[in-house]
């Protein structure tokens, strides 16, 4: 079974940068996403990638300001965030799923805890 744990949010000014981390453990690892949730509406992708060969997608709302990489010697997921906005304000999960990309929350199977990230204005 695949556990994840994300860490690095925190607060941040309009503007300003931020970088998500998604440590992975336990099992053959397909494609990592991150997603985002404000209380009240859906879970919401942000970006994915597959871990053997690194192909990407992203949230075309975001606008190429977040970069999602990763480190296979440390089984680690990084979500790069640029020029924050307030609107980015969320609670970010990494997610996992077997096979290839995917943009829809119903398709990963293992989630984290997630990690809260507050823009002020």
């Known amino acids: 079974q695949v556990q994840l744990e994300e860490s690095g949010g925190g607060l941040v000014q309009a503007g300003g940068s931020l970088s998500l981390l998604c440590a992975v453990s336990?099992?053959?690892?397909?494609?990592v996403g991150w997603f985002r949730q404000v209380p009240g509406k859906e879970r919401e992708f942000v970006a994915a990638?597959?871990?053997?060969?690194?192909?990407?997608l992203y949230a075309k709302s975001l606008k190429g300001r977040f970069t999602i990489s990763r480190d296979s010697a440390k089984s680690t997921i990084s979500l790069q965030m640029n020029n924050l906005e307030p609107e980015d304000t969320a609670m970010y999960y990494c997610?996992?799923?077997?096979?290839?990309?995917?943009?829809?929350?119903?398709?990963?199977?293992?989630w984290g805890q997630g990690t809260q990230v507050t823009v002020s204005s």
């Open positions: 336990g099992g053959t690892i397909g494609t």
């Open positions: 997610a996992e799923k077997f096979g290839g990309l995917s943009s829809l929350t119903n398709a990963f199977d293992y």
């Open positions: 990638i597959t871990w053997t060969r690194g192909i990407t």
